[in-house]
């Protein structure tokens, strides 16, 4: 029987690209690489105006332990280091490298082959691979690897990917399974003695049966078949339906023995220690209704997202929307001019005529917000204290467990702008926290 949690929703899937075997985008003339691609700290920029960089050099070095290096992905030169739009809206330092069309490649220094390594000596190469989470919260993986050793005994690999749209992971694991099991042998090196489970949707069983093949022999590595439901690559979520266990508010997965990563951040990984490959290029689904042709195409960091549209065809509609991350929990964006980064495993073009807006939204108590929550939190409640500027009452509410899964907001035929209202919320707490 397939693995399942409390809640969730089921929106229309439009995965139109899950058929479609990853290209290579053409080679950017240019790359923008922002020096915050991750949870934490920016980096600083290491390299000046009129510098020649290669491939995999480092051009970005951490201010601080939850950060990650970053490193160019084309070689070229650097034209300018200044600030630049970010996709999280922001304008971030940035380095931009004209591209020489060398591919001169500066490979990580590796001391011995990976099996003869201490776990110490892994850990450090991951954060000089700048490798963070690719599920979409980037968070440096270096660091989520010493939180857990000695503290987990199940490894959990996220590859459901439940968001509409996206077939990225879908096709590494069809395309790049080696690679996949490569990195959580890795892993495993670091985790000896714990189980790992490789949780993935049962509208993707064709992955199920590439990943059994690359994983052969090893008892180690199991897979679990999850029911297909919005919001089941939910780190909390996967938890719940493949151990039982609850994360308590406020509580992180390792506070009941567990350690999530990202499918495609595996792989990642097995690249880092396999040909020396610092984490510089990301596999991104283009789809939406704007665009003339669907892909997923594997783009260096760095490379504009026009770009990405190029390789599809352009748009054969007028573009009203641009959406980088999936429907749901994605990030609206102004241009398709911002770049490709490492946490980007989607950009979706809409024609105009899909946008659920009404000009008085009215909560009609309903409660299926409720029901819909996958945290067992209260949508209706916590909206109308947000909406009220009542920040205690948010709080004891539990707000900052909203993970913005949009779930509520998708099933409200009032039409509310719940998950808005909660990010708000969340941020006020946040900062009277702070306070």
Same mark, same amino acid.
């Given at each position: 029987?397939?693995?399942?949690?409390?809640?969730?929703?089921?929106?229309?899937?439009?995965?139109?690209?899950?058929?479609?075997?990853?290209?290579?985008?053409?080679?950017?003339?240019?790359?923008?690489?922002?020096?915050?691609?991750?949870?934490?700290?920016?980096?600083?920029?290491?390299?000046?105006? +009129?510098?020649?960089?290669?491939?995999?050099? %480092? =051009?970005?070095?951490?201010? *601080?332990? #939850?950060?990650?290096? &970053?490193?160019?992905?084309?070689?070229?030169?650097?034209?300018?280091?200044?600030?630049?739009?970010?996709?999280?809206?922001?304008?971030?330092?940035?380095?931009?490298?004209?591209?020489?069309?060398?591919?001169?490649?500066?490979?990580?220094?590796?001391?011995?082959?990976?099996?003869?390594?201490?776990?110490?000596?892994?850990?450090?190469?991951?954060?000089?691979?700048?490798?963070?989470?690719?599920? +979409?919260?980037?968070?440096?993986?270096?660091? %989520? =690897?010493?939180?857990?050793? *000695?503290? #987990?005994?199940?490894? &959990?690999?996220?590859?459901?990917?439940?968001?509409?749209?996206?077939?990225?992971?879908?096709?590494?694991?069809?395309?790049?399974?080696?690679?996949?099991?490569?990195?959580?042998?890795?892993?495993?090196?670091?985790?000896?003695?714990?189980?790992?489970?490789?949780?993935?949707?049962?509208?993707?069983?064709?992955?199920?049966?590439?990943?059994?093949?690359?994983?052969?022999?090893?008892?180690?590595?199991?897979?679990?078949?999850?029911?297909?439901?919005?919001?089941?690559?939910?780190?909390?979520?996967?938890?719940?339906?493949?151990?039982?266990?609850?994360?308590?508010?406020?509580?992180?997965?390792?506070?009941?023995?567990?350690?999530?990563?990202?499918?495609?951040?595996?792989?990642?990984?097995?690249?880092?220690?396999?040909?020396?490959?610092?984490?510089?290029?990301?596999?991104?689904?283009?789809?939406?209704?704007?665009?003339?042709?669907?892909?997923?195409?594997?783009?260096?960091?760095?490379?504009?997202?026009?770009?990405?549209?190029?390789?599809?065809?352009?748009?054969?509609?007028?573009?009203?929307?641009?959406?980088?991350?999936?429907?749901?929990?994605?990030?609206?964006?102004?241009?398709?001019?911002?770049?490709?980064?490492?946490?980007?495993?989607?950009?979706?073009?809409?024609?105009?005529?899909?946008?659920?807006?009404?000009?008085?939204?009215?909560?009609?108590?309903?409660?299926?917000?409720?029901?819909?929550?996958?945290?067992?939190?209260?949508?209706?409640?916590?909206?109308?204290?947000?909406?009220?500027?009542?920040?205690?009452?948010?709080?004891?509410?539990?707000?900052?467990?909203?993970?913005?899964?949009?779930?509520?907001?998708?099933?409200?035929?009032?039409?509310?702008?719940?998950?808005?209202?909660?990010?708000?919320?969340?941020?006020?707490?946040?900062?009277?926290?702070?306070?």
């Amino acid at each position: 029987m397939a693995h399942t949690f409390p809640g969730g929703v089921h929106p229309a899937a439009h995965k139109v690209t899950a058929g479609r075997a990853i290209e290579n985008v053409p080679a950017p003339k240019m790359v923008h690489i922002p020096m915050s691609m991750h949870i934490g700290l920016p980096c600083e920029p290491t390299v000046k105006v +009129g510098d020649h960089v290669k491939k995999g050099q %480092k =051009i970005g070095e951490t201010t *601080g332990y #939850v950060a990650a290096p &970053i490193h160019a992905s084309v070689s070229g030169t650097v034209k300018s280091v200044a600030l630049a739009y970010h996709p999280n809206g922001s304008r971030v330092m940035t380095v931009s490298i004209e591209n020489d069309f060398q591919d001169e490649f500066e490979p990580l220094p590796r001391a011995m082959d990976w099996q003869m390594m201490t776990p110490d000596e892994m850990v450090s190469l991951v954060r000089e691979a700048g490798i963070v989470g690719h599920g +979409g919260a980037t968070f440096p993986t270096h660091v %989520k =690897i010493r939180a857990a050793m *000695g503290k #987990v005994d199940t490894l &959990i690999v996220n590859a459901a990917e439940c968001e509409p749209y996206i077939t990225a992971d879908h096709r590494v694991m069809l395309e790049q399974a080696d690679e996949v099991i490569g990195g959580i042998r890795i892993l495993l090196r670091i985790f000896p003695r714990i189980r790992c489970v490789i949780a993935i949707e049962d509208n993707k069983l064709d992955a199920v049966e590439s990943l059994k093949r690359a994983i052969g022999a090893d008892n180690r590595i199991k897979i679990e078949v999850l029911k297909t439901k919005y919001p089941q690559g939910g780190e909390k979520q996967l938890i719940r339906a493949l151990t039982g266990r609850e994360v308590p508010p406020t509580k992180l997965p390792v506070d009941v023995q567990c350690v999530v990563f990202n499918v495609d951040t595996t792989a990642t990984i097995y690249r880092a220690f396999t040909y020396g490959m610092p984490d510089i290029t990301r596999v991104v689904t283009v789809s939406g209704s704007a665009i003339a042709l669907p892909k997923n195409l594997r783009a260096p960091i760095g490379t504009p997202m026009a770009d990405l549209v190029a390789a599809c065809s352009g748009y054969d509609k007028e573009a009203h929307k641009y959406v980088t991350g999936g429907p749901m929990m994605g990030s609206a964006q102004f241009t398709d001019q911002i770049p490709v980064i490492r946490g980007t495993n989607a950009f979706l073009a809409f024609a105009e005529n899909e946008d659920r807006l009404v000009d008085q939204p009215i909560c009609i108590r309903c409660g299926r917000c409720i029901n819909a929550c996958p945290m067992h939190l209260l949508p209706t409640y916590m909206y109308l204290y947000a909406s009220h500027n009542r920040w205690d009452e948010c709080e004891k509410l539990n707000v900052v467990d909203c993970m913005e899964c949009g779930a509520c907001t998708h099933v409200c035929p009032g039409s509310l702008h719940l998950t808005q209202m909660f990010r708000i919320a969340k941020a006020k707490t946040m900062e009277r926290r702070r306070r």
